[in-house]
């Protein structure tokens, strides 16, 4: 004889509600579970990272000062092969004496002092940390005043140490056959306005190359390769105390 019908659905639903309770009961233990395990693993990563040393955090080098040379042809490389211009042997020149440098050559055939401050904004774009001058050969070419030379040089100077570019003034001087009134007058500008505003000064740019045919290419206005090089040698001392003063102000 089988139990009754009656007995057979109540014992049923007993074992469904038993099961579904027990379902319920492992689900929450293993969200539980879960649950303490993430977050184990959760504190166990940030202590991890907390402990790094900091020098085992990610490093950026430094990349070196830019050191923009605003000239004329002189600066330009006039009648020089492709990388022999005066910025390009400075360069060379410090890097082999282990001063990292990326070089600038902001040199514009013809230029006066004038145009050098017309275009200042433009050659600024490479946001140089130090500046080289060397202008003025094209104002002596055409006689202009010495006083609107020094205006034009001066607010160069004002606007590079406005933006904090360190500036390194590279003198020239008048040819005698211009009058001695005008030369003495031309030649004086330069230290007047090293000392007015405190840069550094180089008194002449093209010392012991101006008029030596042996430095100069056949126009015997510009130098060549050996006398670029002779150039750079003299000027590289001030150039090194110029990116000094870089370093001195970061």
Known sequence: MGLP????????????????????????????VLGFIAKTVMIA????????PAFAQP??????????VLGDSLVA???LPQGEAFPDVLGRMLIADGIDVTMV????????????LAR???????????????????DLLRGLEPSASYENLEAIIEQLKARNVEV???????????????????DAIYQKLAQAHD????????????????????????????GITHIAEKILPQAKALLARVKSAE
């Open 5 to 32: 019908t009656s007995e057979i659905k109540g014992s049923v639903m007993i074992y469904t509600k038993f099961f579904r309770c027990l379902l319920r009961l492992i689900n929450r233990l293993c969200e539980a």
């Open 45 to 52: 990563l940030i202590a991890a990272a907390s402990l790094q």
């Open 59 to 68: 490093a950026f080098a430094a990349s070196p000062p830019v050191l923009m």
């Open 77 to 79: 490389g006039h009648g």
């Open 105 to 116: 050559n902001s040199g514009v055939s013809g230029d006066t002092t004038a145009g050098g």
């Open 120 to 138: 200042l904004n433009w050659s600024l774009a490479s946001k140089p940390e130090a500046a080289i001058i060397v202008l003025g050969g094209n």
């Open 168 to 186: 390194l003034l590279a003198g020239m001087q008048a040819p005698r056959n211009l009058g001695a009134d005008y030369a003495n007058e031309f």
């Open 199 to 226: 840069i550094l000064f180089y008194p002449f740019f093209l010392d012991g190359v101006a008029l030596q045919p042996e430095m100069n290419l056949s126009d015997g206005m510009h130098p060549n390769q050996r």
